[in-house]
């Protein structure tokens, strides 16, 4: 059973840039869609960008289009989310997730089974 961890969060200024990153173990991530989550305080969980298996096609919420972009290095078992002109609204705890008998994006959290512990973003000046 593929398992998820999440890292790279942290305390960023408005303009700023985090890298988040979503390591694998017990199978390769290749085989499985990746979507990053975020849940802001007091709001529900959102998915925000997906890679699918296969041929990683990439997929983003209006929100973060042109700022985040998602990709994959299978060397290292990691998918990564670089963020790029980070706002305050994208204040969150952010997630990684996957649904493991799919090779397709889902935004749907009951569609994904396997969830990361998740990495805090606080953005603020």
């Known amino acids: 059973q593929v398992q998820l961890w999440e890292s790279g969060g942290g305390l960023v200024q408005p303009g700023g840039s985090l890298r988040l990153s979503c390591a694998a173990s017990?199978?390769?991530?290749?085989?499985?869609?990746i979507v990053w989550f975020r849940q802001a305080p007091g709001k529900e969980r959102e998915g925000i960008s997906c890679?699918?298996?296969?041929?990683?096609?990439?997929y983003y919420r209006p929100a973060v289009k042109g700022r985040f972009t998602i990709s994959r290095d299978s060397a290292k078992n990691t998918v990564y989310l670089q963020m790029n002109s980070l706002q305050l609204g994208d204040t969150g705890v952010y997630y990684c997730a996957t649904d493991p008998s799919s090779r397709l994006c889902s935004w749907s959290p009951t569609d994904l089974e396997v969830w990361g512990q998740g990495t805090l973003v606080t953005v603020s000046s």
């Open positions: 017990g199978s390769t991530l290749d085989y499985y869609p």
């Open positions: 890679i699918s298996a296969g041929d990683s096609s990439t």
